[in-house]
């Protein structure tokens, strides 16, 4: 049974922090991936990690800012948000791949080529 299952959500203030966690079960993936999705915007791709070659990808919108890791052991995928902005205020969601290639893509992707994903989690910048 594939289950993804994110946390770490919540209200900040501007120039503030959070780290999101997915925790993931029931399959092999090999490019884990956030993103995220504002009301009345198309979803969008924020970052993604090759798990195994621990290559990482991002959105121009979060270089510098946002950090995606994974750890292995505990199968759970993290993004480390610094200096947030009101922009990054969205529903963000954990998804998974067994493609690779989908992982240097996740700045263009919307996400319809990922199988697997989780409910999401809010974090809202004010």
């Known amino acids: 049974h594939v289950q993804l299952v994110e946390s770490g959500g919540g209200s900040v203030q501007a120039g503030g922090s959070l780290t999101l966690s997915c925790k993931a079960s029931?399959?092999?993936?090999?490019?884990m991936a956030w993103f995220r999705q504002a009301p009345g915007n198309e979803r969008e791709g924020v970052a993604a990690?090759?798990?195994?070659?621990?290559?990482?990808y991002y959105a121009d919108s979060v270089k510098d800012r946002f950090t995606i890791s994974h750890d292995n052991a505990k199968n759970t995928l993290y993004l480390q948000m610094n200096s947030l902005k009101p922009e990054d205020t969205a529903m963000y969601y954990c998804?998974?791949?067994?493609?690779?290639?989908?992982?240097?893509?996740?700045?263009?992707?919307?996400?319809?080529?990922?199988?697997?994903w989780g409910r999401g989690t809010q974090v809202t910048v004010s």
């Open positions: 990690i090759y798990i195994g070659g621990d290559s990482t």
């Open positions: 998804a998974a791949e067994t493609s690779t290639f989908l992982c240097a893509q996740i700045a263009t992707s919307t996400g319809a080529e990922f199988k697997y």
């Open positions: 029931g399959f092999t993936h090999y490019c």
